[in-house]
């Protein structure tokens, strides 16, 4: 199983940027898919998920209303668009993949860094 993460870069308070994270090796569209990310010095966070379908997702409070997570289950890829991004998204991000809400995830990409400068 492979989850590549790109799309990452560097961008200014205010720009938008969007993240892809290919998977295969694995069904796709069985897989909830989640974002995390993790700013230099601190713990790595929850971003945001998906079901299976596409139709339910989740964020964190600092990102809702900015951020909207997809996927595209023919293209076996999950997206996440950044919006209004400000300096405190600075931070390595990463795709991760579960089967059910009750399972840990299983699976997880390399990351992207992205850097938000003011």
């Known amino acids: 199983v492979q989850l590549q993460a790109s799309g990452g870069g560097l961008a200014q308070a205010g720009d938008s940027l969007r993240l892809s994270c290919a998977a295969s090796?694995?069904?796709?569209?069985?897989?909830?898919m989640g974002w995390f990310r993790q700013a230099p010095g601190k713990e790595r966070e929850f971003v945001a998920n998906?079901?299976?379908?596409?139709?339910?997702?989740y964020y964190t409070d600092s990102v809702k209303g900015r951020f909207a997570i997809s996927r595209d289950n023919a293209k076996n890829t999950v997206y996440l668009q950044m919006n209004d991004l400000k300096p405190e998204d600075t931070a390595v991000y990463y795709c991760a993949a579960r089967t059910i809400l009750s399972a840990p995830y299983a699976y997880w990409g390399q990351g992207t860094l992205v850097t938000v400068s003011s």
């Open positions: 090796g694995l069904t796709f569209s069985s897989y909830r």
């Open positions: 998906i079901d299976r379908g596409g139709g339910r997702a």
